[in-house]
């Protein structure tokens, strides 16, 4: 049997599509575990099996919305999502969100790379300007990934979310490509001026 391609191949991670056989018992674990969906709007309402595949269903292919399945290469496990879109095509941007639904995999800087991998596609690939995410105050890790992907802090939404009976903030990220530009390794072998 051959082995199905990579969509995008990093160092620790690979994307591909997200496939209807990735809607299983592990995927439908994390759209309901509270301590995974904690930070996401996916949180409010349960979700089942058949409600997650018509989700995948419905982004299979649309061009406006790329979702992609995070894997690990060592074992091929599915080990969470990342969506660029709703891509903007007149004004060049697209958000970036994602969920690293297998715990053990958090805080290993995953994220950061799969953040990475798909702002090089919009960048190279979809000719973007911009990709841009938010997330709420206190998700410190997930404002951290961006950061390190070469995201900058943009601005607050002043009490964007409620979360357990409360407020807070939403903090907007963003990064442009000549600023990702700029932070790129020369290839070998190649001369700047």
Not at 61 to 69: K, Q, V
């Amino acid at each position: 049997m051959s082995q199905k391609p990579k969509f995008i191949k990093g160092d620790r991670i690979y994307l591909r599509e997200v496939r209807e056989s990735d809607v299983n018992d592990n995927y439908y674990r994390w759209m309901n575990d509270p301590g995974i969906t904690k930070y996401l709007e996916v949180r409010y309402v349960p979700h089942s099996v058949e409600q997650i595949l018509s989700y995948v269903r419905s982004l299979d292919g649309n061009r406006n919305e790329i979702f992609l399945a995070i894997c690990d290469p060592e074992n091929n496990l599915h080990i969470g999502n990342i969506k660029l879109g709703p891509i903007n095509w007149i004004h060049g941007f697209g958000d970036i969100s994602l969920i690293i639904g297998e715990t053990g995999y958090w805080g290993k800087g995953i994220a950061t790379e799969a953040i990475s991998l798909i702002s090089a596609y919009a960048f190279n690939i979809l000719n973007l300007n911009k990709v841009r995410a938010g997330c709420y105050a206190d998700n410190k890790g997930s404002e951290k990934a961006f950061i390190k992907a070469g995201f900058s802090r943009e601005g607050v939404l002043k009490n964007q979310w409620r979360m357990d009976c409360k407020f807070q903030d939403e903090i907007l990220l963003g990064l442009w490509v000549e600023d990702w530009k700029a932070r790129q390794k020369p290839q070998a072998g190649c001369c700047h001026a």
